[in-house]
């Protein structure tokens, strides 16, 4: 399978591709496990997920596959006169678990070098459009297996965090989890210098006739990356403050002495991915 990857990429890189096949077609899959610690008062605790990095030769798709399967049955139950009470006994039948990582990126998305990210919090979609940065990466001398192929280690300081990375060279794909990309092979485990933030690659597939690759067509509120992000900690930290924000109705806990109170966590110091 290793081989006949590397004899694929080989072949679709150097003027090969496959006939009739749109460039935003994805042709290659890396699914990747995660780990989180968003809560920088308890790193003990630690948020899982699997995530898919679809790559067409002109742009790349990143999001949760745990997300997205969950998402995908909702709406085709309530989309065909379903219930709620429909959907939640499907669910429990889905080999895997929910996930409330919402976010997917389309990288050299609309054009390249550019970057469009995409979220919901609570009930409403954003969207904001960046630059593609690329991460300033040095190149390490050390090497280790991964799934079998020989990756070699790069870091590099992105956004407020020290990112190590290793790439593997014998897949000709200058892409990699998350916002991670511009080395010369594709990025099979990334994570920062605190562990904060970790990803590794437990698959790697060819795809065929696959749909291409699009932002879907929905209500965005759109926004910048910096108010989004504000948006997210104040989510994060305390649900209410956020609905306060949005004029919406907030919600109550009963606290020990039988009052009520707004603040929904007494321990949550949200952790984000960027600092900065």
């Known amino acids: 399978m290793k081989q006949a990857i590397y004899i694929f990429l080989i072949c679709l890189l150097t003027a090969l591709p496959l006939a009739a096949q749109d460039d ?3 042709y290659l899959e890396c699914c990747y496990t995660s780990q989180a610690k968003f809560n920088a008062l308890n790193k003990d605790k630690v948020n899982q997920d699997e995530w898919a990095l679809r790559i ?3 742009c790349a798709e990143f999001y949760s596959v745990w997300h997205r399967t969950h998402k995908s049955l909702k ?3 309530l989309g ?3 219930s709620l009470e429909d959907w939640y006994a499907a669910r429990e039948k ?3 678990p929910p996930s409330t990582n919402s976010e997917a990126l389309y990288k050299d998305y609309p054009a390249q070098g550019k970057l469009v990210y ?3 919090i609570f009930s409403t979609l954003y969207q904001y459009e960046e630059t593609y940065e690329r991460p300033a990466w040095q190149v390490k001398t050390e090497k280790k297996d991964i799934m079998g192929y020989a990756c070699q280690k790069a870091t590099a300081d992105f956004r407020g965090r020290t990112w190590i990375a290793w790439f593997a060279p014998e897949v000709p794909v200058m ?3 998350w916002k991670l990309h511009g080395l010369p092979g594709l990025i099979l485990e990334a994570y920062d210098a605190e562990d904060d933030y970790h990803y590794t690659c437990i698959e790697l597939k060819r795809l065929q006739g696959e749909k291409p690759i699009r932002v879907p067509q929905k209500k965005y509120v759109k926004c910048d990356r910096k108010e989004l992000d504000k948006l ?3 989510y994060e930290n305390n649900p209410n403050d956020y609905m306060k924000l949005q004029g919406l109705p907030m919600a109550y806990k009963v606290q020990s002495d039988g009052t009520l109170t707004t603040k929904l966590y007494d321990d949550m110091q949200y952790n984000p991915i960027e600092r900065e």
Do not use: F, Q
């Open 24 to 26: 935003t077609c994805p």
């Open 56 to 58: 067409a030769k002109d």
């Open 75 to 77: 709406d085709s139950i």
């Open 80 to 82: 065909s006169v379903g």
């Open 94 to 96: 889905v080999l895997c």
């Open 118 to 120: 995409v979220r919901k």
């Open 175 to 177: 892409e990699g989890p």
């Open 232 to 234: 997210l900690s104040t």
